[in-house]
């Protein structure tokens, strides 16, 4: 008989092949392909039309593993018509290698074996009164959203949900924003189960990969925990997805195949037909919309633990007071600092801002360093001695030739986090500080540094956003956002969002453990209304403004976007060829082409980047239109797009 087979690799179509074994959609097979032979599906449509002389191969073997599901099929298939990529593409997230497709011994998931513990955590009658609302028994998809501020115990009400339906004998999966899958959350998971959760992320082995591919596939492990990727794995009975954090941009795989985890895993329950639960402290303008439409429930957590109370706001404003040059640390921050120290409180400067300054020019020629393969300014990195490009890792030291005489002499403009900590370090010589960023965190003792800060070992920190992801510091009652610079909206439509969500996390951060804590704002900015909105404790304040601005300009969630990046090695050839691209598809598409404009970045990794971006009606008719459109467009050699659903970035 004939069957249609689905192949990982760059097609949209399943090929057909011959076969004397029974086989039915959704098996996994062996099939010859060109001179390799590959994993592949039985897919449940035949290519549409197959106009080829090719001769049809035979199937090689049907392998042994429980045959994936229709409805993850039909998962499959809206995923890439949604997103734009060749189904092809889509089944190698499923397949990962060709190779993970194994029999395993049983013996290999004893490790993940359920076996629920009695536990003495009781909820508390807010918790009780949110599991009720979220309404799990009910086995059919709905969207719930769990919202509560951090800390006040939204990870407990889940659990219990998740238990509820692992006792019925389903799967759940839990999906965490890659960086929030720290040892932490699986000891609060093993001490709320007493069992070992699968984790799935991009850093496991191969070996594990295999192991929990299969245990899934076999439906002998219940849950798992994982990123963006653990969305793709070939559960048997699922029974529950849990998007803890689902404001939290990294959903968005932004390079190579894209695609939004959290909306993806909607759209995965809805097929399954199962509920999904979205936890947060300050939903995504998307959810917050889709909550005041009635379309998804919503209970909410107000009370912290132990019942301590949010920290206090104060704004500090820069521009009466005189700052000594080389500075960024106000007088009246200086003494509110001393006071928190004596009282044993723990102190975080914020500067998202890593290394020592974002911008090195020469006093003589006033020449900036620039990256050579992207169109930005290399930041001084003063620990390690060198520039570095942020983007692409371009490495340069700090000496030049000046194009005047002699050497550049160089003036270093704007702070990074080690300037700061240059700054605090003056300020406060007796007291121990540390750098928490990406450069200082992860490196092996990193586990050491942590122990330390949470014992109130090191009483400062300067800190980027990455200390705003999740971490429990039991003594930070006093933040300094050293500069709340909510300027650059301007090219960033979700700029202000992002600041919001930021904001909150980090807030969430202080006073965790009832003694009173504050966090003070540094700006320039006489307008201080927006940095009201954005650090108001209730953050619907924020999100009505939002959406109304979002509504009267027709920006998503109101309107869907699709940003097409053309990119090239030769700037004029690829400018002509996006005057050529747009000339081609406007009219033919459904919805507004606007562009083509230079990227922000405008070269990166070598290659010049123009943006096109198009505008409609949120209907799957604008993205089959597009891909349709696409298909037909020759692109000169040299010259290549990108297709980005729903965008996030626009760099
Ligand atoms: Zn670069
Ligand atoms: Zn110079």
Same mark, same amino acid.
């Given at each position: 008989?004939?069957?249609?087979?689905?192949?990982?690799?760059?097609?949209?179509?399943?090929?057909?092949?011959?076969?004397?074994?029974?086989?039915?959609?959704?098996?996994?097979?062996?099939?010859?392909?060109?001179?390799?032979?590959?994993?592949?599906?039985?897919?449940?449509?035949?290519?549409?039309?197959?106009?080829?002389?090719?001769?049809?191969?035979?199937?090689?073997?049907?392998?042994?593993?429980?045959?994936?599901?229709?409805?993850?099929?039909?998962?499959?298939?809206?995923?890439?018509?949604?997103?734009?990529?060749?189904?092809?593409?889509?089944?190698?997230?499923?397949?990962?290698?060709?190779?993970?497709?194994?029999?395993?011994?049983?013996?290999?998931?004893?490790?993940?074996?359920?076996?629920?513990?009695?536990?003495?955590?009781?909820?508390?009658?807010?918790?009780?009164?949110?599991?009720?609302?979220?309404?799990?028994?009910?086995?059919?998809?709905?969207?719930?959203?769990?919202?509560?501020?951090?800390?006040?115990?939204?990870?407990?009400?889940?659990?219990?949900?998740?238990?509820?339906?692992?006792?019925?004998?389903?799967?759940?999966?839990?999906?965490?924003?890659?960086?929030?899958?720290?040892?932490?959350?699986?000891?609060?998971?093993?001490?709320?189960?007493?069992?070992?959760?699968?984790?799935?992320?991009?850093?496991?082995?191969?070996?594990?990969?295999?192991?929990?591919?299969?245990?899934?596939?076999?439906?002998?492990?219940?849950?798992?925990?994982?990123?963006?990727?653990?969305?793709?794995?070939?559960?048997?009975?699922?029974?529950?997805?849990?998007?803890?954090?689902?404001?939290?941009?990294?959903?968005?795989?932004?390079?190579?195949?894209?695609?939004?985890?959290?909306?993806?895993?909607?759209?995965?329950?809805?097929?399954?037909?199962?509920?999904?639960?979205?936890?947060?402290?300050?939903?995504?303008?998307?959810?917050?919309?889709?909550?005041?439409?009635?379309?998804?429930?919503?209970? /909410?957590? !107000?009370?912290?633990?132990?019942?301590?109370?949010?920290? #206090?706001? &104060? +704004?500090?404003? %820069?521009?009466? $007071?005189? *700052?000594?040059?080389?500075?960024?640390?106000?007088?009246?921050?200086?003494?509110?600092?001393?006071?928190?120290?004596?009282?044993?409180?723990?102190?975080?400067?914020?500067?998202?801002?890593?290394?020592?300054?974002?911008?090195?020019?020469?006093?003589?020629?006033?020449?900036?360093?620039?990256?050579?393969?992207?169109?930005?300014?290399?930041?001084?990195?003063?620990?390690?001695?060198?520039?570095?490009?942020?983007?692409?890792?371009?490495?340069?030291?700090?000496?030049?030739?000046?194009?005047?005489?002699?050497?550049?002499?160089?003036?270093?403009?704007?702070?990074?986090?080690?300037?700061?900590?240059?700054?605090?370090?003056?300020?406060?010589?007796?007291?121990?500080?540390?750098?928490?960023?990406?450069?200082?965190?992860? /490196?092996? !003792?990193?586990?050491?540094?942590?122990?330390?800060?949470? #014992?109130? &070992? +090191?009483?400062? %920190?300067?800190? $980027?956003? *990455?200390?705003?992801?999740?971490?429990?510091?039991?003594?930070?009652?006093?933040?300094?956002?050293?500069?709340?610079?909510?300027?650059?909206?301007?090219?960033?439509?979700?700029?202000?969002?992002?600041?919001?969500?930021?904001?909150?996390?980090?807030?969430?951060?202080?006073?965790?453990?009832?003694?009173?804590?504050?966090?003070?704002?540094?700006?320039?900015?006489?307008?201080?209304?927006?940095?009201?909105?954005?650090?108001?404790?209730?953050?619907?304040?924020?999100?009505?403004?939002?959406?109304?601005?979002?509504?009267?300009?027709?920006?998503?969630?109101?309107?869907?976007?699709?940003?097409?990046?053309?990119?090239?090695?030769?700037?004029?050839?690829?400018?002509?060829?996006?005057?050529?691209?747009?000339?081609?598809?406007?009219?033919?598409?459904?919805?507004?082409?606007?562009?083509?404009? #230079?990227?922000? +970045?405008?070269? %990166?990794?070598?290659?010049?980047?123009?943006?096109?971006?198009?505008?409609?009606?949120?209907?799957?008719?604008?993205?089959?239109?597009?891909?349709?459109?696409?298909?037909?467009?020759?692109?000169?050699?040299?010259?290549?797009?990108?297709?980005?659903?729903?965008?996030?970035?626009?760099?």
């Amino acid at each position: 008989m004939k069957v249609p087979i689905l192949i990982p690799n760059i097609f949209n179509h399943p090929f057909t092949y011959d076969s004397d074994l029974k086989l039915k959609e959704g098996d996994y097979v062996t099939v010859p392909f060109g001179k390799s032979k590959l994993t592949g599906v039985v897919w449940n449509e035949f290519e549409k039309k197959t106009n080829k002389n090719f001769a049809i191969k035979k199937v090689l073997r049907k392998l042994d593993v429980p045959s994936l599901k229709k409805n993850t099929i039909k998962f499959l298939n809206w995923f890439s018509e949604y997103n734009m990529i060749p189904k092809g593409m889509v089944l190698k997230l499923l397949l990962l290698s060709s190779n993970v497709v194994e029999k395993i011994s049983s013996e290999a998931y004893e490790q993940f074996k359920i076996n629920i513990k009695q536990n003495k955590i009781e909820l508390s009658k807010d918790q009780k009164s949110c599991l009720k609302k979220m309404n799990v028994s009910n086995h059919e998809f709905r969207v719930h959203v769990l919202q509560g501020t951090t800390g006040s115990g939204k990870t407990m009400v889940y659990f219990e949900a998740l238990k509820e339906i692992i006792n019925k004998d389903f799967q759940g999966l839990i999906l965490l924003p890659e960086i929030g899958l720290t040892g932490q959350f699986q000891n609060k998971f093993i001490e709320f189960f007493g069992f070992k959760p699968a984790v799935w992320h991009s850093g496991i082995t191969k070996k594990n990969k295999k192991i929990i591919w299969s245990g899934i596939a076999n439906d002998k492990i219940k849950v798992v925990i994982g990123a963006r990727s653990s969305l793709f794995l070939p559960f048997k009975k699922l029974g529950i997805i849990i998007v803890d954090e689902e404001h939290d941009q990294s959903y968005k795989q932004d390079e190579g195949v894209t695609y939004h985890a959290r909306d993806m895993a909607i759209s995965r329950a809805s097929f399954e037909n199962i509920p999904i639960n979205l936890i947060t402290a300050v939903p995504s303008i998307e959810t917050y919309q889709n909550i005041k439409k009635g379309k998804y429930s919503l209970s /909410k957590l !107000n009370q912290r633990y132990l019942n301590a109370s949010l920290p #206090n706001f &104060k +704004i500090i404003k %820069l521009n009466n $007071t005189k *700052l000594e040059s080389q500075s960024w640390i106000s007088s009246e921050i200086i003494e509110k600092v001393k006071l928190h120290l004596e009282k044993k409180d723990q102190v975080l400067f914020f500067l998202n801002r890593r290394g020592f300054s974002p911008h090195v020019l020469c006093k003589k020629c006033f020449s900036s360093y620039t990256c050579p393969n992207c169109s930005i300014n290399l930041v001084y990195h003063k620990k390690t001695q060198n520039l570095l490009c942020h983007y692409c890792g371009y490495k340069a030291l700090l000496n030049r030739d000046c194009s005047i005489e002699g050497k550049c002499d160089f003036i270093f403009s704007g702070p990074g986090v080690e300037r700061i900590s240059e700054e605090v370090k003056k300020i406060f010589p007796s007291e121990e500080t540390i750098i928490f960023s990406s450069d200082t965190m992860n /490196k092996k !003792n990193s586990l050491e540094i942590l122990e330390k800060i949470i #014992n109130n &070992k +090191i009483p400062i %920190l300067i800190g $980027t956003q *990455l200390i705003s992801k999740g971490f429990h510091f039991p003594s930070l009652n006093c933040i300094v956002v050293v500069d709340i610079d909510l300027s650059s909206q301007g090219h960033d439509l979700r700029g202000a969002e992002k600041n919001l969500q930021l904001y909150h996390q980090l807030s969430g951060r202080a006073g965790r453990t009832g003694k009173p804590a504050t966090v003070y704002f540094q700006t320039y900015n006489l307008d201080t209304q927006m940095i009201s909105d954005i650090t108001n404790k209730d953050p619907d304040i924020f999100l009505n403004k939002e959406l109304e601005i979002r509504r009267e300009n027709n920006l998503p969630p109101f309107q869907r976007f699709i940003a097409i990046i053309i990119t090239g090695r030769n700037e004029i050839d690829l400018e002509r060829e996006a005057y050529k691209f747009k000339g081609f598809i406007e009219g033919v598409v459904e919805g507004k082409v606007l562009g083509p404009v #230079n990227a922000p +970045i405008f070269r %990166l990794k070598k290659m010049f980047r123009i943006r096109l971006l198009i505008r409609g009606r949120k209907s799957m008719k604008m993205q089959t239109s597009l891909t349709n459109t696409i298909q037909k467009f020759k692109f000169s050699t040299g010259i290549k797009l990108t297709v980005d659903v729903d965008p996030i970035n626009f760099n």
